[in-house]
């Protein structure tokens, strides 16, 4: 009879600790697994691959498991969270971030840290990161973490929440809401071509009206037989199919913006890496000249007779200096410094010759700007610290300029590819024209440079013609001079508005490739052609060698000029000659400065503009420890601490929940709750403990349900203890506190001999049950007695 009640009440068998999975919950499982699996796949423009599905079907597997497996052992809506998320930390290093994991599988210190990062950063990272994203290592995390929660949330609802109520049609409908958010966020942080939309878009809608029309449920089940039923459900869904297919196929065709009117997030906001934060490269050119002439920067292998190293593209003069353009400038041919992985995006004005397997080898060399050929296509760093800074690296595809914020320094290695603008002579290029390439203003140009622009482009008509002609001019009629000791006369440094004037108002032409070059570019610019600045290096490649050194006095300059179909071409002005005649010598001047005052920025001091690029050491002395555990003791520690942490963490939080529950319940109110007080802490953690402990009876009859549960029955009397309750509650007597306590006591006891007659799984997982208010507040108000 009594367990005739308890199946009653329960609705399964006593000592059931498991819920079971209906076939419809699994089926609306499956459906809501399938929608944000449709939903994950637009990720693909962002990432430009399928690499990203190993994090996003990783989530979705990790996060459906976990909702299933806590619904099935009814943890607390608190538990499933907690479990949730030691889940995540755990078993997701595999899925997200490989390449950091210890022994393939295990999570790290690193993994762990990435794990976190990519789940608040990654966000913001896959819309500013220029596509294909292969960085930094932490940016698969955001498919990764994506899936796990919209997983989670939907076979949570879909075994809790629309089993309860699986007539209520409005609720199939809110469990679409996740896979839905998940669909619109690939949209939204994808680019302008999405992937494979309306094919996506229709399965997507059509599968989701299927669901909802079978899953809805009316009266027509009465009244028709099954197969009736059954016919009219495949009926509609035909209908649904074909209806779906032709309008949404027709109203895609005619309401889709072009690719260029699509909204996505990364149109409309800044990439946040600013170059002008940093120093201009050609201020430092005379420390190279001047101060580490000899010295050995790095060394190339690789490299091909003729070959230059590019260092920084300057397309912005101030009037004081050329500089890097800013993220504010809209110019299309600056581009922009984006975080880029191994590859980079690949120019789209060039002539190229292809360059593989070039190495680059740190050695004295140690500034932010990242030594390259060409236009690399892709870049991976070998040796050294910089091996583990790539979240670090920066590229500017339109100038072929590449930025390491933490800096370059001795030991780094890195090995590229890349493409070369092929070397066009003179004559072919007598009938190309101009590229439209939109540059940015240049400001503050001395009126001589116009002057002499048109003085010597002279009666050339073509615009290779005339830059031939000012090249030529410059070279013929100028000397070089790096303002040594041992030069014939003094050339102070510079390239701003006065130090042009100079070179152009002495009686000789006197300066290095800084000044000439800077000259030459804004000529062409005044003469209305797309032109720039380039750093770099000229080393002697000597055939055959297997690595070039490259020394302070290989730094050279040159001026690129943008030709439509040929790409950027290379102009040369600085002229050979160093020897002036000496009756054309100069009236000697006093030696000034030996850098130009460069202007100021609102976030910049002069002195940094004019100060060589260099990053200060910090001082390590200080910071040196006595005793440093190796790096692998930390590993093993951090693996096993972190777990241990994240297991233990939950167990003392809800410990203490139990402790203030407890005593509450047993030191507050008259004395007869706190006798109550004994009974509800008992069945509350029988509950814990995997008892079902039927609600809407009274205490006998709990008694003795309970008591058929526990395998060794003669050793509890619950029955007793309720009678005894349920007398200290009803009687209307005054209890003491001796009999208070007798009853906690006797309570305490009954729940140890429970607890120990279940096995070692049964009692750990009661350490991380609480007994959900719900369940009080329901037993309370049925008046159980």
Known sequence: MTETTIDAATSRPIGADIRRVTPRAWADIAVLLVLTVLAVIGFEPSFGGYGFLLAGLGGIVLGAATGILASMFRLTALMTVLAAVAAYFLLGTPFAVPSQATLFVLPSLQSLASLAQGAVFGWADIVTLSTPIGAPKYIAVVPYVATWIV???????????????PRTAWRFGVALIAPLALYVTGILIGTDEPYQSGLRGIVFGVLALI???????GATVAQSSASTLRNRKLAGTAIIVAGSILLGGVAGFWTAPPNDQRFVLRDEIQPPFDPLDYPSPLSGFRHYTKQVTDDVLFTVSGLEVGDTIRLATLDTFTGKLWNVTGPESSANGSG????????????????????DDVTFTIEGYDDVWLPSLGYPTTLSFTGGDAENETDNLRYNASTGTAVLTSGLRKGDTYTLDAEVQKVIPVEQLADAKIANIELPDIDGSPDIVTVRAGEYAGSATTPIAQLEAIRLALTNNGFLSHGRASDTVPSRAGHGADRITDLFERTQMVGDQEQYASAYALMARSLGYPARVVMGYAPEVVEGQSSTPVTGDDVTVWTEVAFAGTGWVSFNPTPDETDIPQDQVPKPQSEPQPQVRQPPRADNDDEDLLSPVELEESDDTDKELGFLLPGWVWVVALSILIPAILFFTPILIIGAIKTRRARKRRTMGARHDRVAGAWEELTDRYSELGYVVPPKLTRILVADSLEQQVQAPEALRLRGLAIATDEAVFSGQEIDEARSEIVWTEAMAAVAVAHATLGRGRRLLSRFRVRSARDWIARKGSGTS
């Open 151 to 165: 997983a989670l949330v939907s076979t949570t609802l879909a075994t809790r929440w629309l089993a309860a109520r």
């Open 211 to 217: 669901w909802l029309g079978w899953r809805r449920q």
């Open 336 to 355: 922009s410094f984006e975080l880029v992985g191994r590859e980079l995006p690949t120019p789209t004005l060039i002539t190229p010759v292809q360059r």
